[in-house]
């Protein structure tokens, strides 16, 4: 974090409750079609540049097959390569790629399926997810923004949305609160963009609405992280 800018003492709590929390909600909303809970860690996984020094790693469970390609991923790329008109190929090349952690191979084969299957949005989504663990958080909000022109009411996405103007460099608070005030209008007790709202109140400055926002988070959810260790605290 810049100098310049407000420093907060728990700030790796605080980026590691955005994103911990934003994987297990991903991984809920996507189902049976999602990666398998190995990839459950690997947005954390992907965040750890975004913490301080010396700051424990987030949500790894040292069991991790990062980078290394499986015979089931190596049989599923060639089935893919052969086939590059065959969407469900292209897809499952693409969902084992992400559950290995190797983010940009896996954003190039929902690319493809997205070529084959312009509107489907299974494709558009996942594809935002991968440029997001990949940390290409401007990429990826170039096509959360397309998953929303086809579901305007998905909060999920919107409050995906929002985190990739909260972790960008330089960050864009303002419109971070915008995207996530947007997913709270439609559905106010939506409980991981309270949170992020919350740390996004906090994060610019603003006490007041930060501790209203976690007060309607308690609400929703009295064991959020948030709410058990509170908001940080500004070292000034």
Same mark, same amino acid.
């Given at each position: 974090m810049n100098k310049d800018r407000v420093i907060f003492g728990i700030v790796g709590l605080v980026f590691g409750l955005i994103i911990g929390f934003m994987a297990a909600n991903r991984l809920n909303r996507e189902g049976p079609t999602a990666p398998t809970a190995a990839a459950t860690s690997t947005s954390a996984t992907a965040s750890n540049s975004s913490l301080p020094p010396n700051h424990p790693p987030i949500g790894q469970s040292g069991n991790s097959t990062s980078g290394g390609a499986v015979p089931?991923?190596?049989a599923a +790329?060639? /089935?893919a390569r052969q @086939?590059?008109?065959d969407y469900e190929a292209q897809m499952?090349?693409?969902?084992l $790629? $992400?559950?290995i952690q190797r983010f940009s191979d896996a954003a190039k084969f929902y690319e493809a399926a997205n070529r084959i299957k312009p509107n489907e949005g299974e494709a558009i989504i996942k594809l935002g997810n991968s440029l997001f663990d990949g940390e290409q958080y401007e990429q990826a909000a170039k096509w959360y923004e397309k998953a929303l022109q086809q579901r305007p009411k998905d909060v999920n996405v919107r409050s995906d949305l929002g985190l990739t103007f909260f972790l960008r460099e330089p960050r864009e608070i303002d419109?971070? +609160?915008k995207e996530f005030q947007a997913s709270l209008a439609i559905e106010p007790n939506h409980e991981m963009t309270l949170q992020n709202l919350a740390i996004a109140y906090s994060e610019k400055g603003d006490k007041e609405n930060a501790e209203k926002t976690v007060e309607r988070l308690k /609400?929703? @959810?009295p064991e959020n992280p948030l709410v058990v260790k509170g908001l940080p605290k500004s070292d000034t």
């Open positions: 089931e991923v190596t +790329i060639e /089935k @086939n590059p008109e499952t090349a693409g969902d $790629y $992400y559950q419109r971070a +609160i /609400k929703v @959810n």
